[in-house]
Each structure stands twice: as C-alpha cells, then as structure tokens.
C-alpha cells in the first residue's frame, strides 16, 4: 500500500492544496501547507498567507476555483473562510445592464448638405457629394 499524499495537521487530516499543482506559477507553490491552514486565531499566519496571495498571479483563478467548489478550510486567492462563506451567502453581485448603444446618425441631405445629427442633438454640416450622400466632392 502508497502512503498517502494528504499532509496532517493537529490530528486532523487537511486536503492537498490543488492550487499550487494546478497552476505552476502560483505563489503558494512551495509554501509551507500550515500557512494557508492557520490555527483559529492565528492572526500571523493568516495575514502571512494573505501577503503570498496578494502577489500571486493566479490569485482569481484560485478565488474562483474555491467558491465554485465550496471549499469550507483554508484561505484561498486571498479569502478566508468566513470571507467566502460570506460571498457565497449574498450572492452573486446584480448584473449590471450594459449602457446603450449611440445610434449612427442618418444623414440629411438640404439644399446640398448632408446634415448629421449626433444622439447628444449637435448637428454638423458637409458638403453633401454627387449622389447627395455626405463625403468628398468629386
């Protein structure tokens, strides 16, 4: 029989840390396990793992892989437990509708003008051309 992979930590057996085996450049690679694990009320270890987070590059990544599997131990792209816990609670935040579109002003050829009216109401003159539309005299 293999020994097993999954280190253990005050008698109680934590998961392997997938983020430093499934992104190579994560900053956590390498790092001892116990810092992303602190004890209740370890504020040193905590604020430790947070600084190597703050300067992952893989930090998002991570952030979404724990909350889509709600991963409950540990700290994660830079969240703690009760941080996640919270996101997941509230929510998603609301879509944020996307901002209109400016129509494309039509123009509107007057006594050999086009005249072109923007959304915003100004209105420019151009020489309208040969067929009456705007654009360069031939």
Known sequence: ?????????????????????RWPAAACRGADIETFFPSP???ATVRRALMICDRCPVRIPCRRYALDHRERH????????ETRETLIRIGPP??????????????IVERGFALLES???????????????AGSVA
Not at 1 to 21: D, F, I
Not at 119 to 133: D, F, L, Y
């Open 1 to 21: 029989m293999t020994a097993s992979r999954t280190p253990v930590m005050n008698n109680g057996v934590l998961p392997v840390r997938p983020a430093a085996v």
């Open 41 to 43: 009320g370890d504020l």
């Open 74 to 81: 540990g700290i994660w792209g830079g969240l703690t437990e």
């Open 94 to 107: 609301p879509a944020v509708p996307s901002l209109p579109q400016e129509p494309v002003a039509e123009p």
């Open 119 to 133: 959304s915003r109401g100004a209105v420019s003159a151009e020489p309208a051309g040969p067929t009456g539309s």
